[in-house]
C-alpha cells in the first residue's frame, strides 16, 4: 500500500472548486432524466421518441472530440477560461430547454429540445476533458484520489438533479427543474474565476514535452510510439457495456415504479437520489484505493460490472419470481445503491487502464496521445450511458423492464469476463516517472 502525500489548502480549495463544478454539470445534464418520461408520454411522445433527447447529447459530443473543438480551445486559452465560458453556455442551454415545453406544437418541442441537447453535448464534452487535463497537469502523482473525487461531484449530481429535478417538476412543472440548474450554472462559472488558477493546460505544453523526451537522456517520440494501440478497444468495450446497464437504469426506474406499483414521480426521484449515493461513495472508494494501490486497474473494472449486474437484478426483480417481484418498490433502493457504487469502480478504473495499455504496448505517453485516450474514453462511456436512455426506450415499448433488464445483466457478466482477461494480460499500471513531468501546481 502506498502513501498519498499532502495536499496544501489551497491545492484543496482547488479540489473543491472542480468538485463543485462536476457536481453542477452533472446537474444541467441530468436534470430532466428523472421526469422525462412523464413529461413527455403526457403528450403522447412514444419512449422511442423521447429517448432520443436523452441521447442525442452523444452527437455534440461526437462533434466537439471530433472536430477537436475543446481541445483547439485547449491550446489558445487556460483551463479557467474554458471551464467558465462553458458553464455559462450549459446556463443559457438549460434555461431555453425548459421554456421550450410550453410550445403547443408537440413536434416543435421535441425538435428543438434534441437540438439544444446536441449543443449541450459539445459543452458536456468540454466540461468532463477540461478536469481530466487540469488533474493531469497539477495533480499527476495523485491523478486517482483527485480523479476520484472530482467523479464524486459528477455522480452526486446526477442524485440532486433527479431528486431536486421530481421534486420541483411535480410541485411547480417542467420549466422550473430547467431553471434551478441554469442557476447553478451561472454559480459554477463564478467559483471557477475565484479559485481556479491560471495555470496552462496539459495540452498546451506539448511541444515543450514532446522536445523533451525527445533527446539522448529520454524515449524517442516516432509516429509509431504516437499511433494508438489497438488493445484499447478491449476496456472500453467493458466500459461501454457498463454504462449502456447504467443508463437504462437511471431512465428506467421512475416509470418502471409508477406504471407496475402505482408510485409517485417523487418517490422514484427519491429512489434515484440513492444512486447518486451510491456512486458518491464508490468515487471516493476507488479514487483512494487506486491511489494506495491496494487492487490493480482492471480489478476495479470487474468488481465495477459485478455490482452493476447485482444491483440491475434487485432493482428489477424477475417476474418469474412474484414474491421477489412485488419488493421490487423495496428493493429498488438497494439496488440502485449497489449499481451506483459499483459504476464508478468500471468508469473511474477505465482510464488509468487505458493509460497503461498503452504505455505498456508503445512505451511513452505524449500529452497529446494522452488527451486524445481521454476523449475516447469519454465518448465511450458517456456514449453509451446516454444511449441507455434510448435503449430503455426502445425496449421497455417491446418488453416488460424485468425481462430488459435480464437481457441487460447478461452484457454486465461479459464485461466481467473482459475485465478478468484484461488483468491477465496487462500487468503494467500506469505510472507517472514512466511519462513527462508535467507542470506543478
Known sequence: MEKIGRISPR?????????????????????????????????????????????????????????????????????????????????????????????????????????????????????????????????????????????????????????????????????????????????????????????????????????????????????KTQRLSKFLVFPLIATMLINANYGVIQVTVTPFLKEEFQKSISYGGSVLTLVSVGMALGSVSVGFILQSKIISHFTAMGIGAFCIFNGLLMTFPPESLPAVYNLSPILAFPGVFIAGFGDPFMTIATLKALYGVQLQKKGILTPQVTTTITGIWIMGYCSMYYAGSFIAGVLTDYLSYSATAELLAGFCLLAVLICVLLRLNFTHVHNEDDEMKPLTF
Open 11 to 223: 491545492e484543496w480549495m482547488t479540489i473543491i472548486t472542480l468538485v463543485f463544478y462536476a457536481h453542477v454539470a452533472s446537474i444541467t445534464v441530468s436534470i430532466r432524466y428523472g421526469f422525462l418520461a412523464d413529461a413527455f408520454a403526457k403528450r403522447n411522445v412514444p419512449g422511442k421518441v423521447y429517448g432520443l433527447i436523452g441521447t442525442s447529447v452523444f452527437v455534440g459530443f461526437a462533434a466537439d472530440f471530433f472536430f477537436k473543438i475543446t481541445e483547439i480551445c485547449m491550446t489558445k486559452w487556460n483551463s479557467r477560461k474554458i471551464l467558465a465560458g462553458s458553464a455559462i453556455g450549459l446556463s443559457i442551454i438549460t434555461l431555453v430547454t425548459g421554456f421550450v415545453y410550453r410550445i403547443p406544437n408537440t413536434t416543435a418541442v421535441v425538435a428543438i429540445s434534441i437540438t439544444l441537447r446536441m449543443i449541450q453535448g459539445v459543452l458536456g464534452f468540454a466540461v468532463t476533458l477540461v478536469p481530466v487535463d487540469f488533474i493531469n497537469a497539477n495533480f499527476p502523482k495523485k491523478f486517482d484520489m483527485v480523479n476520484g473525487l472530482v467523479n464524486m461531484g459528477y455522480f452526486s449530481g446526477h442524485g440532486v438533479a433527479e431528486l431536486l429535478g421530481c421534486i420541483l417538476y411535480d410541485n411547480y412543472g417542467y420549466e422550473v427543474a430547467f431553471m434551478f440548474a441554469a442557476t447553478m450554472a451561472l454559480l459554477a462559472a463564478a467559483a471557477t474565476l475565484c479559485f481556479i488558477p491560471n495555470t496552462q493546460t496539459y495540452l498546451s505544453i506539448q511541444g515543450k514535452a514532446v522536445k523533451d523526451l525527445d533527446s539522448t537522456d529520454g524515449p524517442l517520440i516516432t509516429n
